[in-house]
Structures are given as structure tokens and as C-alpha cells.
């Protein structure tokens, strides 16, 4: 039987996804993604934005790396590690070139899972989330 059709995963809607990217309408599109997987999903455009949706304890952070004010998606991470908090499972999706600072001290954070590059296919993040987080993904049958 496949990791996928395990009737014992848990379902989507008990996993909260907090969507942290600039691009609006990256986050919406991200957005109506991950919904439609059966996700409960946060969102911000901005590292302080993230920190404030933080509270709100997110089982798994998607999270852009070049962030508006020259900030960087890491520092959403720092805080994470230096406030004591849970750490959330996280996935990086990023434009950024693999030799920009941001995109190496990602890469060398062990809170991250998993590191894409932008333009994500759709499939493979949502397969991906499901894994990361142990839910069934649902059939959403075949294109009409």
C-alpha cells in the first residue's frame, strides 16, 4: 500500500501550512494550493508577519528566502531557534541563485527539510507537504 493511501494518515485539515512570500501573487496561488489539499493555511508577505502568525504554533512553514526591506526568510527561522519555540517542519522555495548568502545559510540549517527553487511545481510541493506532515493526500480525481 502507498505512504499516500494509508487510511491511518492523519487528515490535512488538523495541519496548519503558514505560507511566508512577498510575491502576492505567489502567496495566493501557494494559498489556494495548499486549501485545496485540505490544509489550514496562515499567511504573510513579511518576516514580522511571519513571527506574529508564529503564534499560532504552524505544524510546517513554506518560506521564501528574499523578503521585502532586505530581510531574509532565515531570520523567520532564527527566531524561531532563539525563542525556544517549536520548531515547525520547513520547506524553502526561492528564486535566488544556489550561491546567494541567503540561499547557502538555508541550505546549511538543519530546521529545514527540504530547499526548492522557484518555479515550484505544483504537484511535487503538495506531495511533498503530505509526506513532511503524514497526511492522506486526496484524490481530486481527473480534470473535467
Known amino acids: 500500500m502507498s505512504e ?41 508577505d513579511s518576516v514580522d508577519g511571519a513571527i506574529y502568525k508564529l503564534q499560532r504554533n504552524p ?8 523578503l521585502p526591506g532586505n530581510t531574509y526568510g532565515i531570520q523567520v527561522l532564527e527566531h524561531i531557534e532563539t525563542s525556544g519555540g517549536a520548531m515547525p517542519k520547513v520547506v ?6 544556489a550561491n546567494h548568502e541567503a540561499a547557502i545559510a538555508a541550505k546549511k540549517n538543519p530546521n529545514v527539510s527540504h530547499f526548492l ?9 503538495l506531495e511533498l507537504l503530505h509526506s513532511l506532515l503524514g497526511t492522506q493526500m486526496p484524490d481530486h480525481g481527473s480534470p473535467s
Open 117 to 125: 527553487q522557484k518555479p515550484v511545481r505544483q504537484e511535487q510541493l
Open 4 to 44: 499516500l493511501s494509508d487510511p491511518n494518515r492523519d487528515s490535512p485539515a488538523n495541519k496548519t501550512i503558514l505560507i511566508v512570500d512577498d510575491d502576492e501573487s505567489i502567496l495566493n496561488l501557494l494559498e489556494i494550493l495548499v486549501k485545496r489539499d485540505g490544509f489550514k493555511v496562515l499567511t504573510a
Open 59 to 66: 505544524d510546517l512553514i513554506i518560506l521564501d528566502l528574499i
Open 92 to 97: 524553502v522555495i526561492t528564486a535566488a541563485n
